[in-house]
């Protein structure tokens, strides 16, 4: 159990690192642990070779109470008046203190290797090191990787079997630094006999990497070893693989594009099950996960803004500090490189071949160098529609948080993609293209939904700077504001603009001011709403518009809609109104596919029903639906309609909305004497996504009968008792469930085997719930489950310890008996199924 006691340690170390927003993780802390973890690692590295292993469970056993102690919130109120940081820094000190007379003793019995040890580090050539580029000498201080590091030798240091770990990040975020910090680390270039580096990169051969190998390699190895290497050509391939086995070997594989370089060479690396890794650094997701060998993938982070100022310092002033009277400005043109380390190291390096003044500073902003020329690759690695559809984010502003859904429907709007399988909604295939420029790192991820699919992304600021010149030239799309960066300028270029571009991005501001008496040939607009400033937009003399979208701002900008029911291509519109009520004109509009309306409480006219090319009616909320008299065709290509209040789903209202996949509903609580037939719910035959609001109201009495189609379902409100859960245990394909605000009664809640056999993400927010009894197999492939506000509940069900597909547990620091739960079956999950991927999140309330 020494093992387990000495990893448990380290895993709690890593959770408190990853407390981004703790005011106690200050640099001094945050070093400590650091220190202390590092101390463990070599407990554990040790821990084969020392007998007494009783005595190492026992110190990491005492030091993670200690641990746990320190950060128990209770725990602060102890040091009186004391700054809790400077108190908590000193205590961590004297751990470490003691931590390390033990790691010394322990060290000191495992004297074995030494003089091999010395020699090997002393002897050790630098032929056999991977070339090291200017960005990264061995003199230069390396920033921003201390928790990478820890993480990094973790999974390479204690696993017997070969395990691949990938590194994932956009261009110039550092994967190959950090692997170079990995290669020549002290302690990873003793623990492995054989280190390897090997470039790919997109133009690669196989006797490229077999030739890199070799030199690598050719100091290492025993007298049969060279022997072996005499007559080493591209073609003996096999000696590589004789070489490498028997022998704990690191090869570093820098720089891979494709799953097919992966295949080509995998098979040189034998399993020798003696704790052998491959690292390798990739910008493409899909290459990562083709060739991990775990779910482990070490995902690159950008620097925060003391880290990128200690850098740029140290590029641009080495030991000494930036001059008082740089600092300004100099600190302005790091924030401008966005966390990005190849940005900040390149802006130093402009930065030192001129004189150093304000002024001259001022004009390197904003110059990315030589990183336009990198993000090329990546671009024209990409297919053309995916170009297309990287090149329309220039629409969107530097930081704007861009909703996916949006986006994608945006996409949808502009034709850029055609549906090539008819069982999927071309809408499906588009998110795909997101997904893709997720996976080719040059889309950032901001949140994911429940299914794990992106829910918000952006562009980092160097990759827009490229994307908005690129979207220009090719004129994909020009966005006004950045070509043209004054109000003077964008009023006399507007017009040539609105001539020569199809596609613009443009603030409403200017807009209003154009000169509107000529006709535009443009076709789309994305409108940046300018905080202070609220004008009614106009659209006159834009009769070729077929998409006009209103970035989501609380400003409340709007559009005469007495022009925008004029335009009648338009097939996308989403802004806000001047007030709640769409006038019957709206049906003029026979081409539109996409109506978002920033705004609640929406009075839809009865003409609604005519656009029958309409897939997504979405609003902050609707108010009740009215129904056409008489005989009326069905909006066949409706999917979303949300959020919908008071929806009354009677048989008609069925019939015409039959292809619906996603509805929001909700329900008021002075109107619930209604008859709303919600059993009429499972007539609805494609709905995937349901959910269901009742607003500050205990009601039993609505009773849906769900669809056997539902993917994912959202309550909130007094729905279901926990005793009826059976109802919805038993949808076939449910993945995806949220029960919020009470939306289930009573105390207890126990499941049965056969139900939630699809479900992968449970989440239960503000519940009364007291025992929670199941089973593993009752939730067969869960993978992440969420507990907030449950104050009442006794702990997780140990069984869900047997689930292999968890990924993670969150929790509030509400109730400590679910945190005691959530760390025991973590523990299970590593000791018994060896899943090191289970993550515990605690959640601040």
Same mark, same amino acid.
């Given at each position: 159990?020494?093992?387990?006691?000495?990893?448990?340690?380290?895993?709690?170390?890593?959770?408190?690192?990853?407390?981004?927003?703790?005011?106690?993780?200050?640099?001094?802390?945050?070093?400590?642990?650091?220190?202390?973890?590092?101390?463990?690692?070599?407990?554990?590295?040790?821990?084969?070779?020392?007998?007494?292993?009783?005595?190492?469970?026992?110190?990491?056993?005492?030091?993670?109470?200690?641990?746990?102690?320190?950060?128990?919130?209770?725990?602060?109120?102890?040091?009186?008046?004391?700054?809790?940081?400077?108190?908590?820094?000193?205590?961590?000190?004297?751990?470490?203190?003691?931590?390390?007379?033990?790691?010394?003793?322990?060290?000191?019995?495992?004297?074995?290797?030494?003089?091999?040890?010395?020699?090997?580090?002393?002897?050790?050539?630098?032929?056999?090191?991977?070339?090291?580029?200017?960005?990264?000498?061995?003199?230069?201080?390396?920033?921003?990787?201390?928790?990478?590091?820890?993480?990094?030798?973790?999974?390479?240091?204690?696993?017997?079997?070969?395990?691949?770990?990938?590194?994932?990040?956009?261009?110039?975020?550092?994967?190959?630094?950090?692997?170079?910090?990995?290669?020549?680390?002290?302690?990873?270039?003793?623990?492995?006999?054989?280190?390897?580096?090997?470039?790919?990169?997109?133009?690669?051969?196989?006797?490229?990497?077999?030739?890199?190998?070799?030199?690598?390699?050719?100091?290492?190895?025993?007298?049969?070893?060279?022997?072996?290497?005499?007559?080493?050509?591209?073609?003996?391939?096999?000696?590589?693989?004789?070489?490498?086995?028997?022998?704990?070997?690191?090869?570093?594989?820098?720089?891979?594009?494709?799953?097919?370089?992966?295949?080509?060479?995998?098979?040189?690396?034998?399993?020798?099950?003696?704790?052998?890794?491959?690292?390798?650094?990739?910008?493409?997701?899909?290459?990562?996960?083709?060739?991990?060998?775990?779910?482990?993938?070490?995902?690159?982070?950008?620097?925060?803004?003391?880290?990128?100022?200690?850098?740029?310092?140290?590029?641009?002033?080495?030991?000494?500090?930036?001059?008082?009277?740089?600092?300004?400005?100099?600190?302005?043109?790091?924030?401008?490189?966005?966390?990005?380390?190849?940005?900040?190291?390149?802006?130093?390096?402009?930065?030192?071949?001129?004189?150093?003044?304000?002024?001259?500073?001022?004009?390197?902003?904003?110059?990315?160098?030589?990183?336009?020329?990198?993000?090329?690759?990546?671009?024209?690695?990409?297919?053309?529609?995916?170009?297309?559809?990287?090149?329309?984010?220039?629409?969107?502003?530097?930081?704007?948080?861009?909703?996916?859904?949006?986006?994608?429907?945006?996409?949808?709007?502009?034709?850029?993609?055609?549906?090539?399988?008819?069982?999927?909604?071309?809408?499906?295939?588009?998110?795909?293209?997101?997904?893709?420029?997720?996976?080719?790192?040059?889309?950032?991820?901001?949140?994911?939904?429940?299914?794990?699919?992106?829910?918000?992304?952006?562009?980092?600021?160097?990759?827009?700077?490229?994307?908005?010149?690129?979207?220009?030239?090719?004129?994909?799309?020009?966005?006004?504001?950045?070509?043209?960066?004054?109000?003077?300028?964008?009023?006399?270029?507007?017009?040539?603009?609105?001539?020569?571009?199809?596609?613009?991005?443009?603030?409403?501001?200017?807009?209003?001011?154009?000169?509107?008496?000529?006709?535009?040939?443009?076709?789309?607009?994305?409108?940046?709403?300018?905080?202070?400033?609220?004008?009614?937009?106009?659209?006159?003399?834009?009769?070729?518009?077929?998409?006009?979208?209103?970035?989501?701002?609380?400003?409340?900008?709007?559009?005469?809609?007495?022009?925008?029911?004029?335009?009648?291509?338009?097939?996308?519109?989403? $802004?806000?109104? =001047?007030?709640?009520?769409?006038?019957? !004109?709206?049906?003029? +509009?026979? &081409? #539109? /596919? %996409? *109506?978002?309306?920033?705004?609640?409480?929406?009075?839809?006219?009865?003409?609604?029903?005519?656009?029958?090319?309409?897939?997504?009616?979405?609003?902050? $909320?609707?108010? =009740?639906?009215?129904?056409?008299?008489? !005989?009326?065709?069905? +909006?066949? &290509? #409706? /999917? %979303? *309609?949300?959020?919908?209040?008071?929806?009354?789903?009677?048989?008609?209202?069925?019939?015409?909305?039959?292809?619906?996949?996603?509805?929001?509903?909700?329900?008021?609580?002075?109107?619930?004497?209604?008859?709303?037939?919600?059993?009429? +719910?499972?007539? #609805?035959?494609? *709905?995937?996504?349901?959910?269901?609001?009742?607003?500050?109201?205990?009601?039993?009495?609505?009773?849906?009968?769900?669809?056997?189609?539902?993917?994912?379902?959202?309550?909130?409100?007094?729905?279901?008792?926990?005793?009826?859960?059976?109802?919805?245990?038993?949808?076939?394909?449910?993945?995806?469930?949220?029960?919020?605000?009470?939306?289930?009664?009573?105390?207890?809640?126990?499941?049965?085997?056969?139900?939630?056999?699809?479900?992968?993400?449970?989440?239960?927010?503000?519940?009364?719930?007291?025992?929670?009894?199941?089973?593993?197999?009752?939730?067969?492939?869960?993978?992440?489950?969420?507990?907030?506000?449950?104050?009442?509940?006794?702990?997780?069900?140990?069984?869900?310890?047997?689930?292999?597909?968890?990924?993670?547990?969150?929790?509030?620091?509400?109730?400590?008996?679910?945190?005691?739960?959530?760390?025991?079956?973590?523990?299970?999950?590593?000791?018994?199924?060896?899943?090191?991927?289970?993550?515990?999140?605690?959640?601040?309330?």
């Amino acid at each position: 159990m020494a093992y387990e006691a000495v990893d448990s340690l380290q895993q709690t170390l890593l959770l408190i690192l990853q407390r981004r927003d703790d005011h106690l993780i200050t640099p001094p802390v945050k070093q400590q642990i650091i220190s202390i973890h590092d101390k463990a690692v070599v407990l554990q590295f040790n821990l084969k070779r020392f007998p007494d292993k009783e005595t190492i469970r026992e110190v990491a056993n005492t030091t993670e109470d200690i641990i746990q102690y320190l950060f128990f919130p209770q725990s602060l109120s102890d040091f009186g008046s004391i700054d809790p940081t400077v108190r908590l820094s000193d205590q961590l000190g004297k751990l470490a203190e003691e931590l390390d007379s033990t790691v010394g003793y322990v060290v000191d019995c495992c004297k074995i290797k030494d003089v091999q040890i010395a020699r090997a580090l002393v002897d050790e050539s630098l032929s056999d090191s991977p070339p090291i580029l200017p960005l990264l000498k061995r003199k230069d201080v390396v920033v921003g990787f201390d928790e990478d590091m820890i993480q990094m030798r973790c999974r390479l240091i204690g696993h017997e079997r070969l395990k691949v770990i990938p590194i994932v990040g956009m261009a110039g975020i550092g994967k190959s630094v950090l692997a170079k910090c990995i290669y020549h680390d002290p302690f990873i270039r003793f623990y492995f006999d054989i280190r390897a580096w090997v470039t790919i990169s997109q133009d690669y051969s196989t006797s490229s990497i077999l030739s890199q190998i070799r030199a690598s390699v050719k100091d290492k190895v025993d007298g049969v070893g060279r022997e072996s290497l005499k007559g080493f050509d591209a073609q003996c391939l096999d000696e590589v693989h004789k070489i490498l086995r028997g022998r704990r070997y690191l090869i570093v594989m820098d720089d891979m594009w494709s799953a097919e370089a992966w295949d080509h060479i995998r098979w040189l690396f034998p399993e020798t099950r003696n704790g052998s890794k491959i690292i390798l650094t990739t910008r493409l997701m899909d290459v990562a996960t083709y060739a991990a060998t775990s779910r482990y993938i070490h995902m690159m982070h950008f620097l925060d803004d003391e880290q990128s100022w200690r850098l740029f310092q140290h590029k641009l002033f080495g030991d000494q500090d930036c001059p008082l009277e740089l600092q300004t400005v100099g600190k302005k043109v790091v924030k401008g490189c966005g966390g990005l380390p190849l940005s900040i190291i390149t802006v130093a390096g402009l930065l030192s071949g001129i004189p150093r003044t304000p002024n001259l500073w001022q004009q390197i902003e904003g110059n990315d160098g030589k990183l336009g020329s990198i993000l090329s690759l990546s671009y024209e690695h990409l297919p053309p529609h995916l170009r297309k559809c990287f090149l329309y984010m220039a629409a969107f502003p530097q930081d704007y948080e861009i909703h996916a859904s949006e986006l994608i429907k945006l996409w949808v709007a502009e034709g850029f993609l055609e549906c090539q399988n008819e069982s999927k909604t071309i809408e499906v295939e588009t998110e795909k293209c997101l997904e893709d420029l997720i996976k080719q790192s040059l889309v950032l991820v901001t949140s994911r939904k429940s299914d794990g699919k992106p829910k918000s992304c952006r562009l980092h600021c160097m990759v827009r700077d490229f994307c908005v010149r690129q979207a220009g030239n090719e004129k994909v799309l020009l966005s006004v504001m950045d070509y043209f960066p004054t109000p003077i300028l964008r009023r006399h270029f507007l017009p040539q603009v609105l001539q020569n571009h199809p596609r613009i991005s443009v603030s409403l501001h200017d807009l209003h001011l154009r000169d509107s008496t000529h006709n535009s040939c443009t076709t789309s607009i994305i409108c940046i709403p300018q905080r202070g400033y609220r004008p009614k937009g106009s659209v006159e003399n834009f009769s070729s518009l077929r998409v006009l979208h209103v970035l989501r701002r609380n400003d409340h900008s709007y559009w005469e809609l007495g022009q925008v029911f004029e335009l009648i291509y338009l097939t996308y519109l989403a $802004s806000s109104i =001047p007030d709640s009520i769409v006038p019957p !004109a709206i049906a003029k +509009l026979q &081409n #539109l /596919q %996409t *109506l978002i309306i920033y705004r609640f409480g929406v009075h839809l006219p009865v003409e609604i029903w005519r656009l029958r090319q309409l897939r997504h009616l979405i609003a902050f $909320s609707f108010h =009740p639906l009215l129904l056409p008299e008489g !005989a009326t065709l069905s +909006l066949d &290509n #409706l /999917q %979303t *309609l949300s959020m919908a209040t008071d929806f009354v789903c009677s048989e008609r209202m069925v019939d015409m909305i039959p292809n619906i996949t996603k509805l929001g509903i909700c329900y008021s609580e002075d109107k619930l004497g209604v008859c709303y037939h919600l059993d009429n +719910l499972k007539h #609805l035959l494609k *709905l995937e996504k349901l959910k269901l609001d009742i607003h500050n109201s205990f009601v039993p009495c609505l009773s849906p009968v769900f669809p056997l189609s539902l993917k994912k379902l959202e309550l909130s409100g007094g729905w279901i008792s926990w005793s009826d859960m059976t109802i919805v245990g038993s949808l076939p394909n449910l993945q995806v469930l949220k029960l919020k605000k009470y939306a289930c009664y009573g105390e207890r809640w126990a499941t049965n085997m056969g139900e939630f056999h699809m479900l992968i993400h449970l989440l239960i927010d503000e519940s009364n719930l007291k025992c929670w009894t199941t089973e593993y197999n009752h939730f067969p492939r869960l993978q992440r489950l969420v507990l907030h506000r449950c104050p009442c509940l006794d702990g997780i069900p140990i069984d869900i310890a047997d689930i292999r597909t968890l990924e993670l547990i969150e929790i509030d620091d509400r109730n400590q008996s679910l945190l005691y739960s959530a760390k025991r079956i973590q523990k299970e999950q590593r000791e018994n199924w060896g899943n090191d991927e289970l993550k515990v999140m605690v959640k601040r309330s």
